[in-house]
């Protein structure tokens, strides 16, 4: 592994084969840094956070203590990742990002919107637009109740609500 200088190591942080650690960068007390991971100059990695096998962490970013970044995720240039967040394998969060995470868990899949337009129920994706069109055939072909349409339908009224 590399460390630059003037960066902060904390007490137990484990360090992986071939990982890159930025000038000035903070690695929390705890934190683990897998192996050929790269964490930007300035960067923050709280406690107990978790950044996995080749994942990227930019400049000037902010990783929230007991995050988990999977691998080969990357997160951009001061972009901010709350305490606890979860990132997925392969994902990408762009320079400045401070991601807005809303979840359901619905009677028969999660619902998740990620602060983009685009609202995720269970294995299928589509734009807020597309749902709000689509939610009665989709919930019909996927053999809900009327009262679960119903109740995915608040959902996706409420995360239009809330999308700028």
């Known amino acids: 592994a590399s460390i630059g200088s003037r960066a902060y190591i904390g007490e ?3 360090i992986g084969d071939g990982a890159s650690i930025g000038s000035r960068a903070y690695i929390g007390s705890r934190a683990y840094i897998g192996s050929r991971a790269s964490i930007g100059d300035g960067a923050s990695i709280g406690d107990y956070a ?3 096998y080749g994942a990227s962490i930019g400049d000037g970013a902010y990783i929230g203590s007991r995050a988990y970044i999977d691998s080969r995720a990357s997160i951009g240039n001061g972009a ?3 305490d606890g967040a979860s990132i997925g394998n392969g994902a990408s969060i762009g320079n400045g990002a401070k ?4 979840q359901f868990i619905g009677t028969k899949h999660k619902v998740t919107y990620w602060g983009e ?3 995720d129920i269970g294995c299928q994706q589509k734009s807020i637009k597309d749902w709000q069109e689509q939610y009665l055939i989709i919930g019909e072909d996927q053999n809900y109740t009327q009262s679960e349409i119903t109740e995915y339908k608040q959902y996706i009224d409420f995360i239009a609500s809330i999308h700028k």
Do not use: E
């Not at 991601?99 to 809303?102: E, L, M, T």
């Open 12 to 14: 137990d942080a484990s």
């Open 99 to 102: 991601p807005i995470i809303v």
């Open 50 to 52: 978790s950044i996995g």
């Open 117 to 119: 337009d685009r609202i």
């Open 80 to 82: 901010s990742i709350g």
